[in-house]
Structures are given as C-alpha cells and as structure tokens.
Nanobody, 121 residues
Framework: QVQLVESGGGLVQAGGSLRLSCAASGSIASINYMGWYRQPPGKQRELVARITTSGGNIYSADSVKGRFTISRDNAKNTVYLQMNSLKTEDTAVYYC??????????????WGQGTQVTVSS
C-alpha cells in the first residue's frame, strides 16, 4: 500500500508560478515511478509529467515542456511539480500518481486526493 498526499494548489494569475508537492508513504520501496496527471473541467485526465525512482528518466507532455519541471527528493519521499508561466488552460485538478509493483506480482497505480489549480486571466 502507498499513500500519497498532495499540496500546493491554488489560484494564480496567468504568467505566475506554483509548486505542487506529493509526499509518499507506505511501501515506497516498490514504487517504480511517480508522476502528475491533471483533469481540466469537462475533460479526461491526462499525464503531465513523470519521473522514475532514480530520477534518471523524465517524461513531460508537450503542452508543458519548457514551463513545468518535475523533480524528486528521495530523502523526503516527495515529488514536486514546478509550474511556471502558467496559462488559463492549465486550470485543472492535479493528481499525484505512483506506479507500484513488478512483473512477477503485478502493477497497480495509486492516486492522491487531487489539488485544484486555477489560473485566472
């Protein structure tokens, strides 16, 4: 079992910045990678960025490249999403995700409770 607790959402003007944090607890040794998804109003959830446990493999969606940076602090079991140059279209509920398990016992995804990010014009 893995528990994820997010923080850092809020209301910001376009062009501003926010930093989201996601602290993991529980069976964290079996986490393969962690990431951030978002779900804009009336739309499907989409992957924003993902980072492996070692931090050596990072993926970012084209829509956020150059503006958002994902990082992790293994000592704190925390993943961050630094969001700069925010746009109104970044408005969404942001969810932390952890992929857990292995090929022998199977994989599963854990989710945080979600944090609202609202970007005003």
């Amino acid at each position: 079992q893995v528990q994820l607790v997010e923080s850092g959402g809020g209301l910001v003007q376009a062009g501003g910045s926010l930093r989201l944090s996601c602290a993991a607890s529980g069976s964290i040794a079996s986490i393969n990678y962690m990431g951030w998804y978002r779900q804009p109003p009336g739309k499907q959830r989409e992957l924003v960025a993902r980072i492996t446990t070692s931090g050596g493999n990072i993926y970012s969606a084209d829509s956020v490249k150059g503006r958002f940076t994902i990082s992790r602090d293994n000592a704190k079991n925390t993943v961050y999403l630094q969001m700069n140059s925010l746009k109104t279209e970044d408005t969404a509920v942001y969810y932390c995700n952890a992929n857990y398990g292995n090929a022998m016992y199977g994989f599963r995804n854990y989710w945080g409770q979600g944090t609202q990010v609202t970007v005003s014009s």
